[in-house]
């Protein structure tokens, strides 16, 4: 197991609830974890005239695809960076993060940037209320976008493959609907945040009256009717 060298990250938070983080790969690191993807290659190879494994290295380097190999390396070295920058930063991600490169060459540290989001905080009203909808509507809480993007995919991609087995074109269901791409999206993105609102809200609530489940939860609410 090759060990890392210390790990470098930056924080930006952004008024929309998305959390950047700024990772850096040392080179030297990267380095060590291509040798080993080439020693392994090494191992492997069967060229002609060479036993399994006993080929010269510069024989079967050369065979290699490079940026296969530095990928393949630093596929393993990146989540020790986002777990090491997320420990650094006291973080605690509710999504998979979005990682994009952001400079990656030879002979240079390599930069990525990790995008993700936390659960929001939420500040419940001082009268609670039975009901789901005016509770929500009286607690503070912030949706954070990156969060609602999530929710709206999951929803829209159920949907197409519902639509699909029930026979018809994404074209047909909209007509039948009065909907356009756009109004659709925008339908399913404003459910998914006024439900995200609700259950973040009854977390908090779970959480600070030191309920079981979500079931009691609820049956907390209609005590108050």
């Not at 399994?52 to 079967?60: C, F, Q």
């Not at 240079?108 to 609670?128: G, M, N, R, Y």
């Not at 459910?191 to 609820?218: A, G, M």
């Amino acid at each position: 197991m090759i060990k890392s060298s210390p790990q470098l990250s930056s924080l930006n938070k952004l008024p929309n609830g998305t959390i950047e983080l700024s990772l850096t790969v040392r080179w030297s690191d990267i380095q060590k974890g291509y040798e080993k993807e080439v020693t392994e290659a090494i191992a492997n190879a069967e060229l002609p005239g060479f036993r399994k494994g006993k080929a010269p290295r510069n024989l079967v380097e050369a065979k290699l695809d490079k940026s296969h190999l530095y990928s393949h390396a630093v596929q393993h070295l990146l989540p020790e960076a986002y777990a090491a920058a997320v420990k650094t930063h006291n973080l605690k991600p509710v999504l998979y993060p979005q990682i994009k490169i952001l400079k990656g060459q030879e002979n240079q540290d390599w930069e990525f940037q990790a995008i993700t989001c936390e659960a929001p905080s939420v500040i419940l009203p001082e009268k609670l209320s039975s009901d789901l909808n005016t509770l929500r509507q009286k607690s503070q809480v912030k949706i954070p976008d990156l969060l609602v993007e999530e929710e709206a995919n999951h929803r829209l991609a159920s949907l197409a493959e519902n639509i699909t087995k029930l026979g018809l074109t994404s074209k047909q269901y909209l007509a039948s609907k009065k909907l356009t791409p756009e109004s659709l999206k925008a339908q399913i993105s404003q459910n998914s945040r006024t439900d995200l609102e609700t259950e973040f809200t009854l977390l908090h609530l779970q959480s600070v009256q030191k309920l079981p489940d979500r079931k009691s939860t609820l049956d907390f609410l209609q005590k108050l009717v």
